[in-house]
């Protein structure tokens, strides 16, 4: 289904601010819906001379999480190589890391982000259509794979786990795609315990495991999720 006809169609105005980002029609129209203006939400701002008071220096020791723009993706692809480092995720190193995290097919991005302005997180909601669990969906309930959305480049910077922003990144992605009237699923590498594990904390159904056959020759368990129940455990 087309964003456009549940938010809106965002003037020529918005677009042409936006040209040059990795921004999608979607998170265009989104964005306007907001009263977003054309300028990046994380756009750099002057430094305060005068010193922050309790309650500016409470919130600075908090993490964020917000919608990622094109400034972030190096930030993005640090992370990634520490997550690489510690998991073996993604079990393939990309060649290009940078188009690898901002794929063609994705229709948001999402950033957590440390008080120190530092991205340590990442997750993705991209069309369904081209994943194994939305073809696994659509054969269940006898519906289309474009009626889902998939959860996508999902991790968290090792050194700042133990903040629920896996959960959090998780629960922005499932929160935009049912708000377009997309069921949310994913792809899991059977491996991945930890990941396997949060998702099944947080409610999502497991529609089968099957091996999937990359283009590079490896051959990789995987395991299909839905998030079909109302109350997704939050």
């Known amino acids: ?124 909601l991209s069309s369904g259509s081209g994943s194994s669990a939305g073809a696994a969906w659509a054969r269940r309930s006898g519906g289309a794979a474009e009626e889902t959305g998939a959860v996508s480049r999902l991790f968290v910077d090792p050194g700042a786990r133990g903040h629920r922003l896996g959960a959090r990144l998780l629960d922005s992605v499932v929160q935009q795609a049912r708000s377009w009237l997309l069921l949310p699923v994913l792809d899991v590498v059977t491996a991945n315990t930890a990941a396997v594990r949060l998702y099944q904390q947080q409610g999502w159904e497991r529609l089968l495991t099957e091996d999937q056959h990359w283009s590079n020759g490896m051959t990789v368990a995987v395991h299909c999720f839905a998030l079909t129940a109302a109350d997704d455990g939050r």
């Open 1 to 124: 289904m087309e964003s456009a006809t549940v938010i809106g169609t965002p003037p020529d105005r918005l677009l042409d601010g936006l040209a040059g980002h990795d921004f999608t029609a979607r998170e265009i129209a989104a964005r306007h819906a907001l009263g977003l203006s054309e300028h990046d939400p994380a756009a750099p701002r002057p430094a305060r001379a005068t010193r922050p008071n309790r309650s500016e220096e409470a919130a600075m020791t908090r993490f964020t999480v917000r919608r990622r723009w094109s400034g972030d993706l190096a930030g993005c692809e640090r992370a990634l190589a520490a997550v690489h480092r510690a998991d073996g995720y993604p079990v393939v190193w990309p060649e290009h890391p940078t188009d690898w995290l901002a794929d063609s097919d994705q229709l948001a991005a999402w950033v957590a982000v440390a008080p120190d302005g530092t991205v340590v997180g990442h997750a993705a």
